[in-house]
């Protein structure tokens, strides 16, 4: 069992940046593929990004490509996604998951075991 707290979230102007942090329990941390989602009002859980176990293998979507970065610290059991260059369109509720890396790569949000509560990241224009 995994649980998954999110931080970070906020209201940001256009052009600013916000890092997310989410914070897992448990001793095997790394044996974990994570993710980071969002879902806007009235719009489906999208995917954004994704790192597997060890941090050496990172995806994200084409409209956060060269404006967000996932990264992890397995001492401290936790994966951020800095946001840089925030635009009114990346409003959402973003939330972490997590499922045992297995060497795949996985996209959709029901491949995921484990979910945080979300963080509201609000983008003024």
């Known amino acids: 069992q995994v649980q998954l707290v999110e931080s970070g979230g906020g209201l940001v102007q256009a052009g600013g940046s916000l890092r997310l942090s989410c914070a897992a329990s448990?001793?095997?941390?790394?044996?974990?593929?994570m993710g980071w989602f969002r879902q806007a009002p009235g719009k489906e859980r999208e995917f954004v990004a994704a790192?597997?176990?060890?941090?050496?293998?990172?995806y994200s979507v084409d409209s956060v490509k060269g404006r967000f970065t996932i990264s992890r610290d397995n001492a401290k059991n936790t994966v951020y996604l800095q946001m840089n260059s925030l635009k009114p369109e990346d409003t959402a509720v973003y939330y972490c998951?997590?499922?045992?890396?297995?060497?795949?790569?996985?996209?959709?949000?029901?491949?995921?075991?484990?979910w945080g509560q979300g963080t509201q990241v609000t983008v003024s224009s």
């Open positions: 998951a997590a499922r045992r890396d297995d060497g795949s790569v996985y996209y959709g949000y029901r491949s995921y075991d484990y």
């Open positions: 448990g001793r095997t941390f790394s044996s974990y593929f």
């Open positions: 790192i597997s176990g060890s941090g050496s293998s990172t």
